[in-house]
């Protein structure tokens, strides 16, 4: 069974369109997690969610917006795309957060053109 | 902001020889852990070692925390080639927080 599981996989889109990223985890986690990893491979965090409710928002435009509906989904909606944008996006949850281990998705690889 | 920072940034080893990594960090923490990722993957979550704790081993890996120099380092021995991948350590500040470095690339030749 997956533990976070995030779609699409790949996602090519042009500039100023309007894209989302699903992600869903089944270990019962509270804490959900959105991080960037750019073509250097930092992984920079963008959001954290404690069972639904916003914890942190790093610097991030608010072209980014998340979405929680229950504590198993944390969704990630871009608008306006822009080339910047591209690289790869990685959902993760975790229990009471900072204290146990984070378990992550495969990815999001976002091309925008 | 960017909290760790691995060193070095690439590793090239031999199979059967022991690969070490550092990351170093800025400020206090609770716990700091180490994750592998391997080429177009997700993260796999490796050890976690808790502020109070110096050292722990799991099987092959061996973490070290000076939090007096704010600095980790992870050992892998006995190198095999399925190894091969990215590491980076991720620390907690004061919960809901997870920052990661940019990575030590290890390759692990056979």
């Avoid at chain 1, 069974?1 to 100023?16: E, F, H, I, R, W």
Wanted: glycine content about 6%.
């Amino acid at each position: 069974d997956t533990a976070v599981s995030q779609t699409p996989k790949y996602l090519v889109t042009q500039m100023g369109n309007d894209k989302s990223i699903k992600c869903e985890q089944n270990l019962g986690h509270d804490t959900m997690y959105w991080y960037k990893q750019d073509s250097k491979k930092f992984l920079k965090i963008m959001f954290s969610y404690n069972n639904k409710e916003l914890i942190i928002n790093e610097t991030v435009p608010n072209r980014f917006s998340p979405k929680s509906p229950d504590k198993a989904h944390l969704n990630l909606h871009i608008n306006s795309l822009e080339l910047g944008d591209s690289a790869v996006y990685f959902c993760a949850s975790s229990t009471i957060s900072g204290t146990e281990e984070a378990f992550f998705g495969q990815g999001t690889r976002l091309t925008v053109v | 902001s960017q909290q760790g920072e691995e060193d070095p940034q690439a590793l090239s080893i031999q199979e059967g020889e022991n690969a070490t990594m550092n990351c170093s960090y800025k400020t206090s923490i609770n716990n700091l852990q180490w994750y592998r990722q391997n080429s177009g993957r997700g993260l796999v979550h490796l050890i976690l070692i808790r502020s109070n704790e110096r050292e722990k081993h799991s099987g092959r890996l061996r973490v070290t925390l000076d939090t007096s120099k704010k600095s980790s380092s992870l050992l892998i021995t006995a190198s095999r080639a399925a190894d091969t991948a990215s590491y980076f350590c991720a620390t907690d500040l004061t919960g809901n927080q997870f920052y990661f470095g940019t990575g030590t690339s290890l390759t692990v030749i056979p």
